[in-house]
């Protein structure tokens, strides 16, 4: 009764095995075929970031992406560049009202400031004073912000992120001109 029982158990792995291999070479013939499958789109090309945290990330032509810092904390997560506030510059001296067209003299001014500071990346930051809706200054500031950051790109420099805070973040009340005046701004934060 053994012996029948283990003839029919090797019978029985035998063809467990076969079916597995069987599958194994389906997958990679798969496999080869699906490297040499080409998806519409999807080009990655090798490059070198920096994400709003001041983390450098690098980026494979295959699309594999890392952290390149080789320090991390106790937790293993990559310990970063710290970003510090550069550069404020009062909008009022950019922009006419309701305009996200920067003047040529903040245009120089503005390249002037980011051929000089040395950092690895900006993040850039718009702000408005309460005069109009909510959603009205979140889109002029994020307009005003990204004005900014295409003067920094046309020097060279890398963008690693713009925001439009709109009114939500002010450096002062908004109940007189002064404070409103102050609240008009676009922040530049270097990542070094």
């Known amino acids: 009764m053994t012996e029948i029982f283990l003839k029919s158990a090797r019978k029985a792995l035998s063809g467990i095995a076969a079916a597995a291999l069987g599958a194994v070479l389906i997958f990679a013939g798969d ?3 699906a490297q ?4 519409v789109g999807e080009n990655y090309t090798p490059t070198i970031w920096v994400d709003p945290d001041g983390c450098e990330h690098w980026v494979m032509d295959d699309g594999w992406e890392g952290y390149m810092s080789p320090h991390v904390n106790r937790k293993g997560i990559p310990v970063c560049r ?3 506030m550069c550069g404020v510059v009062n909008t009022d001296q950019l922009f006419r009202t309701d305009s996200a067209k920067i003047n040529p003299q ?3 001014a503005l390249a ?3 051929r000089s500071t040395g950092a690895v990346s900006y993040i850039i930051t718009g702000h408005t004073d309460s005069r109009a809706s909510d959603e009205y200054n979140m889109d002029l500031s994020l307009r005003r912000a990204n004005s900014v950051a295409r003067i920094a790109a046309g020097t060279g420099a890398r963008i690693a992120d713009v925001r439009g805070y709109g009114e939500r973040m002010p ?3 908004n109940t007189s001109a002064a404070g409103m005046q102050q609240n008009r701004r676009v922040e530049i934060i270097c990542i070094r």
């Open 31 to 33: 496999a080869a075929s």
């Open 36 to 39: 040499q499958t080409k998806v």
């Open 82 to 84: 710290r970003g510090n």
């Open 106 to 108: 903040g245009k120089e």
């Open 112 to 114: 002037n400031f980011f």
């Open 171 to 173: 450096k002062a009340p």
